[in-house]
């Protein structure tokens, strides 16, 4: 590496060490990389290398729940403040205490389920008297596909659980697979 490459390498590792240390300099960069800018990149790459947990940032359930609230509330700052506490009040009840990743992401699931059977609940109840007969139709087979996802969601949920906690031990290469009790 000549001398040259290993200064900008060196360059590149301490930006990216200081982005991480300094919020305001992290937001600016990765609105710039959300605005297309690709010069970006390089540097956000070293980022996300050195902090993963940065890519948390990046919540594309929680981008699906405020596209629907929106939906829903319109201009109605209350209910957009209102439903998504209510969701995670639902969510943290659902998952249960200390629960495993996949309980946590299956409720998260539940919770989006649900709002949106709700918002497809309320779109069909508030023009029902305006809806042709084959747009009533449309309009129901997409509340019960939005049911059957919102039942599946919960049912998996079930079926993990009911596996309760799992473990696999390898002594002497002999496995031995064993089951906890939920």
């Not at 690709?38 to 902090?51: F, I, S």
């Not at 209102?82 to 409720?107: C, D, H, V, Y």
């Not at 059957?148 to 969601?153: A, V």
């Amino acid at each position: 590496m000549s001398s040259k490459n290993a200064s900008k390498a060196a360059k590149n590792n301490e930006s990216a060490t200081e982005l991480i240390e300094d919020k305001k300099k992290l937001m600016a960069l990765i609105d710039r990389a959300q605005d297309g800018d690709r010069a970006a990149l390089p540097v956000l790459r070293k980022v996300l290398d050195e902090a993963p947990r940065i890519a948390r940032f990046v919540d594309l359930a929680r981008d699906v729940e405020c596209s629907i609230v929106k939906k829903i509330s319109g201009d109605d700052v209350f209910t957009q403040e209102a439903i998504p506490r209510n969701l995670e009040a639902m969510r943290k009840e659902i998952a249960g205490e200390s629960p495993s990743p996949l309980e946590r992401l299956l409720a998260e699931r539940i919770g989006v389920c649900w709002l949106e059977l709700q918002y497809f609940e309320a779109v069909y109840a508030q023009n029902m008297g305006k809806l042709t007969i084959t747009q009533s139709d449309y309009h129901q087979r997409r509340i019960d596909k939005a049911h059957r996802r919102y039942l599946s969601s919960i049912k998996a949920l079930a079926q993990i659980r009911k596996m309760g906690p799992a473990v696999q031990i390898n002594i002497a290469e002999k496995q031995i697979n064993t089951t906890g009790t939920a």
